[in-house]
């Protein structure tokens, strides 16, 4: 009978515990902080707007990092979040990233794009994002940032976005009335997370291809949007995250885009991962690897800082030794 009871308990401990599991699985995430106010991109509408809806204002979020102690400007990442072009995974691969860059001295601005379920198709995208770029230089004093070291970090879609951004920039228009306008669009360099790369089938995400360029695309828009394609000489630096055991978005866009980086000489670092879930970044799907919690960012770090966007600490001023009398 004590046995039996034992047996019993067991089972009703190991219940409760699943229990809590799956309700902290359904807990909503929530931003680490104070969400900062979100900042327009444009004055009045956006070109090509749908509607005067959020969703149809593309808005950026400034997490500005703590000023260097010598008074320096920071540099800065604009944030890209994925969400197959249908929405935005902000909290996981937008506020998590921000607060982390954050630690490391960046200063991260996440931004609102437009999005293909509200209807918003290829340029649209493009647009946003390049006017954000141009945006966060224009203002670089106000923020406290470097314009020449202002990187994109995107995932999933968002890491298609910042692609995008990485192989179709330009230098902007000098005579523009807009300020802004006449900023560069190129970033200084970029971080992709397991990103939507292709759009040729098999490797393609079908669901961010048809948010992006509808569901029967032009073959000349698809050849465009296929970033491996892309990539020139100019392309940006770039550091690339991805999973062997992605089954949502293949590691293939990802080796694609690294060997394009690689045949025009491009500077880059590729961490392909033998397990893990697709949309890992810095959210719960990382119990793949239970010992580190995000290996990629300590690497992703590192080459940070060999880009010079984290400041190397000063070294300590050496003993003075005693002199003898």
Not at 86 to 91: D, H, K, P, Q, T
Not at 185 to 205: E, F, K, N, T, W
Not at 254 to 283: I, Q, R, T, W
């Amino acid at each position: 009978m004590k046995k039996i009871c034992l047996i019993c308990l067991c089972l009703l401990g190991a219940l409760a515990m699943a229990n809590a599991a799956q309700s902290a699985a359904k807990t909503p995430a929530k931003p680490l902080g104070e969400v900062p106010a979100a900042v327009p991109l444009w004055d009045g509408s956006a070109p090509m707007a749908l509607g005067n809806e959020a969703a149809d204002t593309p808005v950026i979020f400034p997490y500005l990092a703590k000023p260097a102690a010598d008074g320096a400007p920071r540099s800065a990442m604009l944030v890209c979040p994925g969400g197959g072009y249908s929405g935005w995974n902000w909290i996981y691969e937008g506020d998590f990233y921000a607060h982390w860059l954050n630690e490391q001295g960046i200063s991260a601005f996440v931004l609102r794009y437009r999005l293909g379920k509200r209807g918003y198709r290829h340029p649209v995208m493009l647009t946003d994002v390049s006017r954000a770029m141009r945006f966060i230089r224009a203002h670089a004093k106000a923020y406290g940032i470097d314009p020449a070291r202002v990187g994109v970090m995107g995932s999933s879609a968002g890491g298609h976005l910042a692609g995008t951004l990485l192989t179709h920039f330009d230098a902007g228009k000098p005579d523009a009335a807009d300020p802004v306008e006449r900023e560069s669009s190129r970033p200084s360099l970029g971080v992709l997370m397991y990103p939507v790369i292709m759009m040729d089938d098999p490797y393609a995400h079908k669901g961010s291809r048809a948010n992006l360029l509808g569901e029967n695309p032009d073959p000349k828009q698809a050849e465009d949007m296929s970033l491996e394609k892309q990539v020139k000489r100019d392309t940006p630096p770039t550091f690339i995250v991805h999973s062997r055991a992605d089954d949502i978005v293949p590691a293939m866009n990802s080796l694609k885009f690294a060997e394009a980086l690689d045949a025009n000489k491009v500077p880059y670092e590729l961490h392909v991962y033998d397990l893990g879930k697709h949309g890992f970044g810095m959210g719960p799907k990382h119990e793949w690897l239970p010992d580190q919690r995000y290996p990629w960012a300590a690497e992703c770090e590192r080459w940070l800082k060999q880009q010079g966007f984290v400041a190397a600490p000063k070294a300590a001023p050496a003993p003075v030794s005693a002199q003898a009398p």
